[in-house]
């Protein structure tokens, strides 16, 4: 065809979406889980599948499937960051002609029964405070290129927040407050500089609580914010200070507004204690940072 003349590939792919494995590992009476979804991507060395219909290099999708679930097995999942690297180094050694593999997974957020400090032995519960997600990236021959990452995690307080000397224009609306109720669904997600002995559930907890010091301050009293902005830079450079093998973070805050109810035709005073929830639209505030390189000598 002439017009495949003028068209070039910019990136090929393709996998498996949405790959759960549930793994239980018994240790005598006391057993331990860990659930996954997983979204696994390969590219081969040739288009010749794209360009002649020859699919003899496809590893079908079910195949891609079939090894999620053989490698839970073969190689169980201490952590999802390093079963994803389990996989990637599958297919890239497996098979002379995958050029690159990727693989994107979450972390249901099982959490073991407790009762009066006592742990049960096999029962768990849900609790969807936060997902845990990473995201793995590896070229034949090359060096993976490791995320970890925490989103839909949903805080809220209600006072220590303020929003003040903006800049003002003649579409400017919004008035001036001293306190209010700042409330965000965090998203986060960090690079590491090295992949080998990495204490990821460390790393991950470490964030976590990092975002939930900074956003919510000491227990007894709390901590002004007068702005996202500035509540989410300091979560960042404390994320770097902590974890010598995070070298980059992005964080996304969307302001989630809630608005006091005016009750003045009903006859009540509503002093900042009934407000009104609204999904849009809704502020968002992103920022990466990275370590600064070292100066060479």
Not at 39 to 51: G, M, P
Not at 101 to 114: F, N
Not at 167 to 181: G, V
Request: charged share 25%.
């Amino acid at each position: 065809m002439a017009a495949e003349q003028n068209a070039e590939f910019v990136r090929t792919g393709y996998g498996k979406n949405a790959v759960k494995v549930l793994v239980i590992r018994r240790e005598g009476s006391h057993h331990s889980i860990i659930e996954l979804k997983a979204d696994v991507e390969i590219t081969l060395k040739t288009r010749k599948d794209y360009l002649v219909g020859d699919n003899s290099d496809i590893i079908p999708t079910d195949t891609i499937k079939n090894t999620v679930h053989a490698l839970a097995k073969i190689k169980g999942v201490k952590t999802i960051e390093q079963f994803s690297l389990d996989i990637c180094n599958h297919f890239l050694t497996s098979f002379n002609h995958v050029l690159r593999a990727k693989v994107y997974m979450e972390e249901a957020p099982w959490r073991r029964l407790e009762k009066n400090g006592v742990e049960h032995a096999h029962a768990f519960i849900l609790c969807p405070e936060a997902c845990r997600f990473c995201d793995v990236e590896q070229n034949l021959n090359g060096v993976p290129v490791v995320h970890s990452g925490v989103k839909n995690m949903t805080v809220l307080k209600t006072t220590q927040s303020g929003f003040e000397g903006f800049f003002k224009d003649r579409f400017t609306t919004l008035k001036e407050t001293k306190d209010r109720c700042f409330c965000t669904s965090v998203y986060s997600r960090w690079r590491y500089n090295k992949v080998q002995d990495v204490n990821f559930d460390a790393a991950w907890k470490c964030v976590r609580e990092t975002i939930i010091e900074r956003f919510a301050g000491p227990y007894d009293h709390g901590e002004f914010s007068p702005s996202v902005q500035k509540t989410l830079y300091e979560t960042q450079v404390l994320v770097l200070d902590r974890i010598p093998e995070v070298d980059e973070i992005e964080i996304v805050m969307p302001n989630q507004h809630y608005f006091t109810i005016d009750m003045t035709k009903m006859g009540l005073s509503n002093k900042d204690e009934v407000l009104l929830p609204l999904d849009n639209p809704s502020g968002s505030i992103t920022g990466t940072v990275r370590r600064k390189e070292r100066a060479k000598l």
